[in-house]
């Protein structure tokens, strides 16, 4: 691991006792991180996280592209599923999941695209990736009772979650300018609090968060967040859209 051996060099060049102290801190250092991403991070999901798959594909829910445990249960146990998967990643694929294009990667090495092929087919369908028995958090508002799919707030407080404020900060940055500050809708763009309330999944909000509607003025976001801050994003419009979160900054 090229990490591992990056105080070794410092080492070399260091000369007495405070020296070697910063460089036993060093070395401690580049030790642990190195090993925990190691042991946290499958190889193939690392390479994966590297390119752009991130930017199109969600592990358990449809971006851009098939969710990857979706690709999983599609292929997963038959014959010639990771030679027609990396030839797909590869030249680029279209038609088995609808008609969005996947470009071709010719950047990926065929032994890297193996491996992220070998990672996609170990993921499995999470009871959540369904919606079915996914679980639910209930809030009472003004004696009416609402419910989200996520936790709004942090255990038994009243401060939200993490996610909910970055989602809150992001989208105060990137999105209030043709949404509306706190999400109550602006002259140009809709009101996303309704448009949930009307009924948008979140698979529906992140798809269109990630390939905007370049036509209607919407840009697209899809490298610039990732899933994952998109989905805080909804998180917070959520929480907006179902009265749990007032204007203005939330309690953090
Ligand atoms: C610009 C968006 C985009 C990017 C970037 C992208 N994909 Fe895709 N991917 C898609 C779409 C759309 C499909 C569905 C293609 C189809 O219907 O056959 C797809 C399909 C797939 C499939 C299933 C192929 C099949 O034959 O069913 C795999 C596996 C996959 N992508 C992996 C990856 C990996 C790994 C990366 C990164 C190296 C990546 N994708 C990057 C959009 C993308
Ligand atoms: C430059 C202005 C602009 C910015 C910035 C912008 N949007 Fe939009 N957005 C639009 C417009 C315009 C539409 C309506 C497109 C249409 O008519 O279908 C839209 C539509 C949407 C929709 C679909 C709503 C519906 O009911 O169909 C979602 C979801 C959305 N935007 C999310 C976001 C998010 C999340 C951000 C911030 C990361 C963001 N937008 C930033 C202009 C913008």
């Known amino acids: 691991m090229k990490i591992r051996s990056i105080p070794t ?14 460089v036993t801190m060093a070395s401690y250092a580049a030790d ?21 798959c991130f930017s199109c ?13 979706a690709v999983a249960a599609k292929f997963a146990g038959k014959s010639g599923a990771e030679t027609t998967l990396s030839d797909a990643i590869m ?9 969005v294009p996947m470009p071709a990667h010719p950047q990926l090495s065929a032994a890297d695209t193996k491996e992220i092929v070998s990672w996609i087919l170990t993921l499995k369908t999470t009871t959540a990736a369904t919606g079915a028995g996914a679980k639910k958090y209930t809030y ?8 989200t799919d996520f936790p709004i707030f942090q255990p038994g407080t009243k401060k939200v979650t993490k996610s909910v404020f970055t989602g809150y900060e ?13 999400a109550v809708g602006g002259s140009y763009a809709p009101n996303l609090r309704r448009s949930l309330n009307n009924g948008m999944s979140e698979s529906k909000f992140l798809s269109i968060a990630m390939t905007g509607k370049k036509s209607k003025g919407m840009p697209s976001w899809a490298g610039f967040f ?6 805080s994003i909804y ?7 179902v009265a749990v979160v007032s204007e203005g900054t939330p309690k953090h």
Request: with cysteine; proline share 3%; charged share 15%.
């Open 32 to 52: 642990t991180s190195g090993t925990t991403t190691a042991a946290a991070m499958p190889k193939g999901e690392m390479l994966a996280k590297g390119s752009d």
């Open 57 to 69: 594909h969600a592990i358990n829910q449809k971006i851009v592209g098939p969710a990857f445990n």
């Open 91 to 99: 030249k680029g694929h279209v038609g088995t999941w609808g008609n």
């Open 235 to 241: 998180q917070y419009v959520d929480a907006r859209a």
């Open 9 to 22: 060099i410092i080492g070399a060049g260091v000369i007495g006792v405070a020296g070697m102290a910063l």
């Open 170 to 182: 992001q989208y105060n940055s990137y999105c209030f300018r043709c949404h509306g500050a706190d």
């Open 226 to 231: 990732t899933p994952a801050q998109i989905q």
């Open 140 to 147: 009472t508002v003004k004696g009416k009772t609402v419910s």
